[in-house]
């Protein structure tokens, strides 16, 4: 099984709450994704990290944020949740690989419900 | 424009009973396949990945199977069992960019039933 974690697993907020959710891995990996995903959908990446103070955003526009101190943690905030915010969000890691694809592991996801 | 096509949307089956679900792809330059497996509320956990140069692959009950020139894949499930209810879906990675890009399918609900 893999070594990434996500807390809380689950989370009910009000409006307008700041929220953080963790994201630790303990592979030593480089690449450390944020996913989306709504229910029966396809998952939608929304930030992305090549390494320690690189962070990107992903192909589905997000209004949080993400920040990479450490290798091992990828925390992303929303600084204000609304309702539209509700979703499972997964995060992943990975390293570079030689062939040229990625192997991606995932955590156990947060899923988020703003009321 | 790079995508994954998975079908059917979703299934259900009988314990004991086999299935198979289909992947079609337009990533290019396709690097590799995954397939994964989601429970709900959890994350995916990868089941079988499959380069360029492999056909087929198995991983217990699961089989792989990937045709690169018509960009199709399978994933064949032997004597299913109530666990096997979860999400499958299709991952095509590509070599074209420096992040290795996963390109996620929408995934097949399957069910058993006993």
């Known amino acids: 099984e893999a070594d990434i974690y996500q807390t809380p697993r689950y989370l009910v907020i009000g409006t307008g709450k700041k929220i953080t959710l963790e994201c630790s891995q303990t592979m030593g990996h480089d690449k450390m994704y944020w996913y989306q995903q709504d229910p029966g959908m396809e998952l939608h990446l929304i930030h992305y990290?090549?390494?320690?103070?690189?962070?990107e955003k992903g192909d589905l526009s997000s209004e949080s944020t993400v920040s990479r101190i450490r290798t091992e943690h990828f925390p992303l905030t929303l600084e204000s949740a609304r309702p539209s915010h509700t979703s499972q969000y997964l995060c992943a890691s990975s390293e570079f690989d030689r062939g040229g694809g990625t192997e991606a592991f995932f955590g156990q996801g947060t899923r988020l419900t703003v009321v | 424009k790079n995508q994954v096509e998975q079908s059917p949307q979703s299934l259900i089956i009988l314990e004991g009973k086999n299935c198979t679900l289909q992947?079609?792809?337009?990533?290019?330059?396709?690097?590799?396949l995954r397939w994964y497996k989601q429970d709900t509320g959890r994350g995916p956990v990868s089941l079988t990945i499959m380069t360029f140069s492999e056909n087929t692959k198995s991983n217990g009950r699961y089989t792989a199977t990937l045709d690169a020139d018509t960009k199709q894949s399978s994933l064949h499930i032997t004597a299913s069992q109530l666990s096997d209810s979860a999400s499958y879906i299709c991952?095509?990675?590509?070599?074209?960019?420096?992040?290795?890009?996963?390109?996620f399918g929408r995934g097949t609900q399957l069910t058993v039933w006993p």
């Open positions: 992947c079609n792809y337009t990533v290019s330059p396709f690097s590799n």
């Open positions: 990290s090549y390494g320690v103070n690189s962070t």
């Open positions: 991952v095509v990675s590509d070599r074209g960019s420096t992040l290795g890009r996963l390109y």
